[in-house]
């Protein structure tokens, strides 16, 4: 019987492939699934699922608390994604995000119209963040589960480490940098940062910067894919380690 995780994963990619149906060209797949730990300890566990067909990606997603952080709280967060990709140039057409805490639930919908966010729609509705950006300011941002997809796919070794993503989540503006790093011998890594930039509160951005480092290994396909994520997180050092 197929394990729990892998149920999952083919029903994200089912859903994902359902979205690029009317695509055209060479289809490639993409699915992971990273534990993520803080200070050592399980706490969570990341899921993805993407396809691309031609210009057109789609991407579903999960994160959900695990091992004791589940003990304590539980909370998921499931997303979806799909839009058109030119290179390395992502532009996604519609957003969705799902939050599960306990027996309440929230969705945002952000959609984008030639690049540029509209102003998300919030399911219960609730006030305006005061800090929040202007979206019509956002032209060229990516939604959060694009710059997951983006980041941690594989992909040829020479587009690895490259490249800056502006992240809007319907509140902030972030961005996320790689650039190449030395690693271990016959390790290609990365090292990067997260910087928030705009609609975090002042006591956020006493710590703008959030420093990480990518190690990728081979895929069968002759293509490398990220492996393992160290970085600095809010709650301490962290990791993201691939199954």
Known sequence: MPRPRHLLLALLLALAAAQTARAAGNEQ?????????????????????????????????????????????????????????????????A???????????????IGFRNGT???????????????????????????????????LRKLPEDKACQGTLTIYDGVRRATLTLWPADGPKGVLACGGEYRRVAGYS?????????????????????????SEIDMSSIYGRASLKRR
């Open 117 to 151: 966010p509209q102003a998300p729609v919030e399911n219960p509705p609730h006030a305006p963040d005061p800090e929040a950006v202007n979206p019509a300011t956002q032209t060229g941002a990516v939604d959060a589960l694009t710059a997951i997809y983006a980041t």
């Open 95 to 109: 957003y969705e995000l799902t939050t599960h805490r306990g027996k309440r639930q929230t969705v945002q919908t």
């Open 29 to 93: 797949r993409d699915e992971a699934v990273f534990d993520f730990y803080v200070k050592g300890f399980r706490v969570g566990l990341l899921v993805f699922a993407g396809v691309q067909s031609g210009d057109y990606y789609a991407v579903n997603g999960r994160f959900a608390t695990a091992g004791l952080a589940s003990l304590i709280k539980t909370i998921r967060y499931d997303a979806t994604v799909h839009g058109t990709v030119s290179g390395d140039t992502y532009r996604p057409d």
């Open 202 to 226: 002042k006591e956020d951005m006493a710590e703008p910067v959030f420093p990480f480092r990518m190690s990728y290994a081979p895929t069968r396909s002759g293509e490398v894919e990220v």
